[in-house]
């Protein structure tokens, strides 16, 4: 068990490593989910030759954060991003060891052989069940230092100061929205966890039963479904990232950026209606999708942030 925690615990500390050194392309991806193009797109053609207008990529986008704010400005954020990475894998871990839950011994590899289908199947929906549990769990209790991070980053857009430290920022969330505000975006967040996890394992569960002799391609599988899986559900993560500041008191949440949602049904409605569920997902190449006009055939968009 110790040997076990040992493990847990040295993945935390790899897991905090990758995420520092990815944070600033992090940071210019929640920008661009939020809706924020501070670089003007340029005129380009698409793969099929079509004129179109082309939007920074994310290198170009985290050059820009860089310019703007020095490379310290980069990791604005990174502080309550780790701090609820590690309050959800506690949580995760305490759930874990209340269901009396542990990861399969290799002696099982043998046992699964010996299986039927109908066990093969309770034990898949009992891994499944305790999954969404302790998902879900983690989730809820990191949700504060989530919007908190979220804020933090949104600040980039208007300069302001209202969310820097952790007391600073959990006074500015009271005062702006109640304690509700610590809990900003969370059901979009948690139903695309969810159902991203129960699709990426009823997938897994399908493939690995239709190619049970094929032991090679379920090694691959589960990462397989769970890249799908969480592609499909994307645009969840768009709506929670804009609940997260919408009404915040700061300029990327107010009218003129963004709309006060009144729900994350009504965000989703809203992002659905100008095609915006998806920005952010494609990262190397992108397009802007906004509303534009046709001038002596150059294409100029109508909105540019800047």
């Not at 002696?107 to 929906?125: F, G, H, N, P, V």
């Not at 305790?130 to 230092?145: G, K, L």
């Not at 989530?146 to 005062?175: C, D, N, P, W």
Request: glycine share 6%; with cysteine.
């Amino acid at each position: 068990m110790s040997k076990q925690k040992e493990n847990k615990w040295s993945n935390f500390a790899l897991r905090i490593i990758v995420n520092t050194a990815t944070h600033p392309f992090e940071y210019a991806k929640v920008l661009i989910q939020i809706g924020y193009e501070p670089i003007p797109p340029r005129s380009a053609r698409t793969l099929f030759g079509k004129p179109a207008l082309k939007l920074p990529n994310i290198f170009e986008y985290v050059k820009h954060i860089r310019t703007v704010d020095g490379f310290a400005g980069l990791y604005n954020g990174l502080a309550p991003k780790v701090c609820g990475n590690l309050l959800s894998t506690i949580a995760a871990q305490k759930c874990t060891e209340f269901l009396k839950l542990s990861e399969p011994d290799l002696d099982e590899a043998d046992i699964e052989e010996e299986e039927t289908e109908e066990q093969r199947k309770q034990k898949w929906l009992a891994s499944l069940k305790c999954d969404i549990i302790t998902h879900t769990t983690a989730i809820v209790v990191s949700q504060p230092f989530h919007v908190i991070t979220i804020r933090m980053m949104a600040q980039f857009v208007g300069r302001e100061t209202k969310y820097t430290g952790f007391l600073s920022s959990i006074k500015e969330i009271y005062h702006q929205n109640g304690i509700l505000g610590f809990f900003s975006g969370l059901v979009p967040r948690l139903l695309g966890d969810v159902l991203a996890l129960i699709l990426a394992g009823s997938l897994t569960y399908a493939v690995n039963r239709y190619f049970d002799h094929e032991k090679e391609l379920r090694i691959y599988t589960a990462a397989t479904m769970n890249f799908i899986s969480t592609a499909i559900m994307y645009p969840f993560q768009v709506v929670s990232n804009c609940m997260a500041v919408t009404n915040s008191g700061l300029v990327i949440g107010s009218p003129g950026f963004m709309p006060h949602y009144t729900s994350w049904i009504d965000c989703w409605y809203d992002l659905s209606k100008k095609h915006q569920l998806k920005r952010g997902s494609s990262l190397l190449v992108r397009y802007y999708m906004g509303p534009y006009v046709n001038v002596e055939g150059k294409l100029i968009p109508t909105r540019v942030i800047s």
